[in-house]
């Protein structure tokens, strides 16, 4: 991992509400239901179920998670209408060995 993306890990996790979003995400099934379409969490957590739990509004979620997802920390999956999101545990771990 090289310094700059380094840095923009740091910058994304800076905010409490972005570290709470990798938190929940870390351990989808014990904070949010499966999507009706899918029923697991393979693919990740539907976004309306992330950006519903955060209690923020649509825009300021999906403004923290795109940013999210464009340094890596998470991975996109689209189905029709649906995205969803997971970690990208390779990259967290990229992250945590660089900082030590």
């Given at each position: 991992?090289?310094?700059k993306?380094?840095?923009?890990?740091?910058?994304?996790?800076?905010?409490?509400?972005?570290?709470?979003?990798?938190?929940?995400?870390?351990?989808?099934?014990?904070?949010?239901?499966?999507?009706?379409?899918l029923?697991?969490?393979?693919?990740?957590?539907?976004?309306?179920?992330?950006?519903?739990?955060?209690?923020?509004?649509?825009?300021?979620?999906?403004?923290?998670?795109?940013?999210?997802?464009?340094?890596?920390?998470?991975?996109?999956?689209?189905?029709?209408?649906?995205?969803?999101?997971?970690?990208?545990?390779?990259?967290?771990?990229?992250?945590?060995?660089?900082?030590?």
């Amino acid at each position: 991992m090289d310094i700059k993306i380094a840095t923009e890990i740091g910058k994304c996790l800076s905010n409490p509400t972005r570290v709470q979003i990798m938190e929940w995400l870390k351990e989808p099934e014990k904070n949010f239901p499966p999507h009706e379409t899918l029923q697991h969490f393979n693919d990740g957590v539907c976004v309306s179920y992330i950006q519903e739990k955060a209690g923020l509004s649509q825009s300021t979620v999906s403004t923290y998670l795109s940013n999210m997802e464009k340094c890596g920390l998470l991975v996109l999956t689209r189905y029709g209408k649906w995205s969803y999101l997971k970690r990208n545990e390779k990259i967290i771990q990229e992250y945590i060995d660089f900082i030590r």
